[in-house]
């Protein structure tokens, strides 16, 4: 164990090029799909949950193919926590916004007095992709949380 | 029997035959290499060839599309991750299996 932080330290990581051609063949792939399985949620399985931890795995996967230092110094420290509260705020606005135009809390119908057509599909579909943010942000910061390790020093 | 029904029959036996040999495998296997080669090749070729059985029995349509995409990323990611999960062990420096008179 005592020499462990230095044969696995990042710094030493070498990528490899397998790994690297398939996450690039097979990331894009695996975004769409995420967002596909977010917009089933309303009517079919899958739903936000689901869909957000799969954009997530994105960001793991790029991680695991070009080294978690490199990935956290590309994605940033304030992407995460902005995603998360982007997506906190469109969920309260839409359950609030129902409630301050006099229906209930989530209550999409009343959304269709605005001119939104289908306005309960959609309505769902919305609060569907605002918790797939707020769940890919979540994936995201944990990751890189634990990948730095106990004390928080950055590899 | 059609032959679309044979041909989902010896597409599942395939599968179910590979599948049995990537498990004996991963019990049997005395190291992390060993059993990364037994369950990337036998384990990548079942999950193969269930979902092509899968996909001869659906027949054409969307459905059939939807295993085929399966079927592609099954063959490009699962090896793969054999790869990186056996790249990972060697970077943590652990040695290969020998027997007594190879060492």
């Known amino acids: ?155 | 029997m059609t032959p679309r029904e044979i041909a989902v029959l010896v597409l599942s036996l395939g599968a179910v035959f590979f599948a049995i040999v990537a498990a004996v495998g991963l019990l049997r296997l005395p190291d992390i290499y060993a059993r990364a080669h037994s369950t990337s090749k036998s384990e990548t070729l079942g999950a193969v060839l269930a979902l092509a059985a899968v996909a001869t029995s659906y027949g054409l349509g969307h459905n059939t599309l939807k295993v085929v995409l399966l079927l592609l990323f099954m063959f490009l990611t699962n090896p793969t991750a054999a790869h990186a999960i056996t790249r990972a062990a060697r970077e943590r420096g652990i040695e290969p299996w020998t027997t007594e008179d190879e060492q």
């Open chain 1, 1 to 155: 164990m005592s020499d462990a932080p230095e044969t696995v330290g990042v710094s030493s990581y070498v990528g490899s090029p397998i790994i690297m051609a398939t996450v690039r063949v097979v990331m894009p792939f695996v975004f769409t799909f995420g967002l596909f399985v977010m917009f089933h949620g309303a009517d079919s399985s899958g739903g936000g949950f689901q869909g957000g931890v799969i954009v997530g795995t994105v960001v793991l996967m790029l991680g695991i193919a070009f080294g978690i230092g490199a990935t956290r110094d590309w994605i940033g420290p304030r992407l995460p926590v902005a995603l998360v509260g982007i997506g906190v705020l469109a969920f309260l606005f839409t359950g609030f916004g129902s409630v301050l135009l006099g229906a209930g809390f989530l209550e999409y119908s009343v959304y269709h007095d605005l001119g939104i057509p289908h306005a309960t599909k959609y309505g769902i579909e919305f609060v569907e992709l605002a918790i797939g943010v707020i769940v890919a942000g979540i994936v995201t910061g944990l990751f890189f949380s634990i990948a730095a390790g106990v004390g928080g020093e950055r590899e």
